[in-house]
Structure formats: structure tokens, C-alpha cells
């Protein structure tokens, strides 16, 4: 749990980047529906007002379509132990490496693969966040083992951090090796779970909904949509139903497995955000608002849900699971009570007024009811589950507390001020990580009987925190970043 926190933490730079793209794309459907559904019911590709959501489109789609690029970036620099960009390169060096390895091209050609078989199509989503995140984690892991390497005079050159992005590429060579064989297993053990839950009929539909938005994380939610959305094994609910057909002509329900969503992510995820910000911490409600509360537009007018999801799926993965849960359940009702909208793009209100006129369409007024039961039912059950379980959602971090940002040092001098805690501690041969949040020197130490707490409270810090046998926090205040800045130089 330690550890996905940390990775949640690490995520929280690129998904701040996310929110402001959703919007921009948001705005831009709305000036241009053309964009999103072609020439659909007169929608026309021309005009000043779709020149402009046009371009509002690419720009915002520029960082959402290179999402998992950043999780590359934001993970390499964020797990890393001094934060450094030599783990950035060596986690962008992992990414190149495996996904051209694992690329359709380079695959096809090794494993003699034909276009359109179940194996090929597992490798045409292998630029996922899955795959940015893991080669993040590679890059840092690298980095925090191999930048102190110590290589012979002949190859001093490469000895330290150049020879990190070198490591992560070799460690990367191997990793592609094992996805080259696991991957296709899992991709298609998961068509054959969809295949078989749509025998399920309304459940089946909640099933899917449950595991799409539990493998959103690892990019596996693709295998479960061509099953259901696009015509791999003769479905295909979203071309059928953008196509003008309607239940008549297929086998289902035409559009079960896209309607239930809309309830979901138009409400729900505003219903969520809502809990979230109402159980920050009072001091960090604003920055909750900023990064919830613009996810939660984007979900609302275009179905962009990944910054909201990625801001706490690491910090309280039980609670993502119950998230997916809401949606399952949804979906079910959804289903049974004859709703049936469809979307081009995601489920938001764009396209639900777009698929509102077409033929397969039905009941569409009660995205009203149905949406304030989700919203009422997400802000209900997140609210309980943050409070009765103190999850880390945004804005709830342990270092948030009013009394550790008011701490005011003995000392004005931070070289000094870190010097004492570094001599508590036991010296820099007893430290093995050093980092910081936003009022907390977080250490983890070799031997935690070489701590002396009375030498670290001299320096005039708030208090000392020892949540592990090697885990050490000293509650700085506000000045904690010059602190751990000095003390890093000191440990060098």
C-alpha cells in the first residue's frame, strides 16, 4: 500500500495536466459536432465556428492522446529517490524500448502474425498507460539501484548515472520478452470472458461495465471493448448503432452496452468529486477543487474520465474497485429500464445529444432520473467510505494538518537546521532514501536504534513520526522543501 501511494503520488503531476485538456475538448465538440459524428444528422464539417473546435479538439487531445507518455515521465521523476530527470530519460529510454518491441510491426514479423488475428490485435494497444507507467517504475528503480555505479577506468565514463537509461534499456529488453508471450494470454483470456458474459444479458452488461473500468489502469479495457463495441466476434453495439440500425436487426438490445456509462459519467463522477472536496482536509479544499472539479466537468460535457480516475486510483485502490462497482451496478439498472443512448467518443452529455435522433435511441429523458440517482448514490457512498476509512483521496494527505504548516523553525539557518536532523538520524551512512511532501522530510533508514529524537527536536522541528521500523518523518512546516534540499547536499 506504501508503495502505491507513492506511485499514486508520483501520477499526480501528469494528471494535472489532464483537466484542462478535457475542457479544451469539451469546448471543442461543442463547436464542432461534426468532429465527433461526422455528418451524422447535418452536422457539417465547415464553418468558422468548426474551425475553431477543431483546433480546440487537437489541442486538447494533444496531451490526452499521449497520456501514457506522461505517466512515463511523471513516474520516472516521481519515484525516484532525489526526484531527478536522469530517471525521467531512463523511463522514457524503457518506454521506446518495449513499445517498438511489442509494436504490430515488429511483432508480426517475429511471431508470423497475420492483421486481424486475436494476437495481433493484442499488440495494437500496447501504448497504454499500463505500459507508461511500468516503464516509469523501471526508469526510477534503475535510477534509485544503478546512479552510484562505480565502473573500471576504461568505462569510467559511463560509470553513475550515464549508465542508468543504459540498465533501464537492457531490464526493458527483458520485460518485452515476457510480455511478448503474456500479454496475448491475457489479452485474449479477457475476449473470452466477454464472450461469455454476454450470454449474461443485463448482468453481463454490468459485468463488463465493472471490469472496463478496472482495467482502465492497464490499458486491458480495449481487449473487453472490441468484443463488445466493435464487431470482433459479430457484436459490435457502437457501429451498429451509429450505423442507424436498431434492436430489429441484431441479436441484443442495440446500445446496453454503451447506455448504462452515461448515467455514470455525466453525474456519478460529479457526485464523487463533490465527496472529495466536502472531506478535504479545510487547508487543501482548493487544490481538491482544481483537480477533481475540472475532471468532473470533462466527464459531465465529454466523457474524458481518466483525470479523475488516475488522481485517486493509486492513493485508494479500494476505493477505485467500489468505483467500478457503481458503474457495474448501473449499467444492470440501466439496461433493464430501457434506457439506450450511444457514443462516438465517450459518454457524456456531447454525445448523448448527438445519439439522442438516432433510430436506436430510446427513453433518452431519463438520463434526468437516472442521472440523480447516480450522482446521489456516488457522493453517498464515497463520502462514507473516505471518512469511515480515512482514505488519501486529494487533498486528505497526511501532511496536510493546520498545525504542521504553522511550525515555525529555531533556527532560520535550513544548512544548520538540516545538519542537526541529519546528526539525529545518525549520519548519512544511516540513510538510504530522502524525500518530501509538502510539510514532511520523509527518511527511510538502515538502523532505527540510531535515531535520537531529542537531537532532531533541537533543530526546532514540529515532531517526528515513525510509521516503520526504517520509516523516519520529521514535520518541518511549509520550509520543508529548503530543508530537504540542504539535506540532500549534506548526504551527498
Not at 492513493?315 to 457495474?328: Q, S, T
Not at 532560520?412 to 541529519?422: K, Q, W
Not at 535520537?452 to 526546532?460: H, L, M, N, P
Amino acid at each position: 500500500m506504501k508503495y502505491l501511494q507513492k506511485l499514486g503520488k508520483a501520477l499526480m503531476l501528469p494528471v494535472a495536466c489532464l483537466p484542462i485538456c478535457g475542457i479544451l475538448m469539451g469546448i471543442g465538440y461543442a463547436l464542432a459536432p461534426a468532429a465527433m459524428a461526422g455528418e451524422v444528422n447535418g452536422y457539417v464539417a465547415s464553418g468558422t465556428a468548426y474551425t475553431i473546435g477543431f483546433f480546440l479538439i487537437k489541442a486538447g487531445s494533444a496531451l490526452i492522446d499521449n497520456m501514457a507518455l506522461l505517466f512515463v515521465i511523471g513516474v520516472g521523476v516521481g519515484m525516484a529517490d532525489d526526484n531527478d530527470g536522469t530517471a525521467a530519460l531512463a523511463a522514457l529510454a524503457s518506454w521506446l524500448m518495449m513499445t517498438t518491441l511489442l509494436s504490430t510491426g515488429v511483432v508480426g514479423t517475429l511471431m508470423n502474425l497475420e492483421e486481424g488475428t486475436a494476437k495481433f490485435i493484442a499488440f495494437q494497444k500496447i501504448e497504454n498507460p499500463f505500459i507508461g507507467i511500468l516503464a516509469g517504475i523501471i526508469g526510477a528503480t534503475c535510477y534509485n539501484k544503478f546512479k552510484g555505479t562505480k565502473l573500471p577506468n576504461f568505462l569510467a565514463f559511463f560509470s553513475g548515472k550515464r549508465c542508468v537509461a543504459i540498465i533501464a534499456g537492457v531490464v526493458s529488453i527483458v520485460v518485452s520478452a515476457i510480455l511478448l508471450f503474456v500479454w496475448p494470454i491475457i489479452f485474449g483470456g479477457l475476449v473470452s470472458i466477454g464472450q461469455s458474459i454476454v450470454k449474461l444479458d443485463a448482468i453481463g452488461a454490468g459485468i463488463y461495465a465493472f471490469l472496463n473500468r478496472l482495467l482502465i489502469p492497464t490499458g486491458l479495457h480495449h481487449a473487453l471493448n472490441n468484443v463488445f463495441w466493435f464487431d470482433t466476434i459479430g457484436l459490435g453495439d457502437l457501429q451498429k448503432f451509429w450505423a442507424g440500425m436498431t434492436s430489429a436487426d441484431v441479436d441484443w438490445s442495440l446500445g446496453m452496452y454503451m447506455s448504462g456509462f452515461f448515467p455514470c459519467m455525466m453525474f456519478g463522477v460529479p457526485g464523487a468529486a463533490l465527496a472529495m472536496v466536502h472531506t478535504a482536509k479545510s487547508n487543501k479544499k482548493k487544490v481538491a477543487i482544481g483537480l477533481v472539479g475540472s475532471a468532473a466537468f470533462c466527464a459531465f460535457l465529454c466523457g474524458v474520465t481518466e483525470p479523475f480516475e488516475f488522481a485517486f486510483m493509486f492513493l485508494a485502490p479500494g476505493l477505485y474497485v467500489v468505483y467500478a462497482l457503481l458503474y457495474g451496478i448501473f449499467v444492470t439498472v440501466t439496461t433493464l429500464l430501457g434506457f439506450r443512448a450511444g457514443f462516438s467518443f465517450s459518454a457524456g452529455a456531447t454525445d448523448l445529444i448527438f445519439s439522442a435522433s438516432l433510430p436506436a435511441a430510446e427513453k433518452t429523458w431519463m438520463i434526468i432520473p437516472l442521472g440523480i440517482a447516480a450522482f446521489i448514490i456516488f457522493y453517498v457512498v464515497f463520502r462514507f467510505a473516505i471518512t469511515k476509512f480515512n482514505l488519501k483521496t486529494p487533498g486528505r494527505e497526511d501532511d496536510d494538518t493546520t498545525d504542521e504548516t504553522k511550525v515555525v523553525l529555531a533556527n532560520n539557518d535550513f544548512t544548520e537546521v538540516a545538519r542537526i536532523v541529519l546528526e539525529g538520524l545518525g549520519g548519512k551512512e544511516n540513510i538510504t532514501s530522502i524525500d518530501n511532501c509538502i510539510t514532511r522530510l520523509r527518511l527511510e533508514i538502515k538502523d532505527n536504534t540510531l535515531v535520537d529524537e531529542k537531537v532532531i527536536k533541537s533543530a526546532g522541528v514540529a515532531g517526528i513520526i515513525r510509521p516503520g521500523k526504517t520509516s523516519v518523518q520529521v514535520i518541518i512546516g511549509t520550509q520543508v522543501q529548503h530543508v530537504a534540499d540542504e539535506f540532500k547536499k549534506l548526504c551527498k
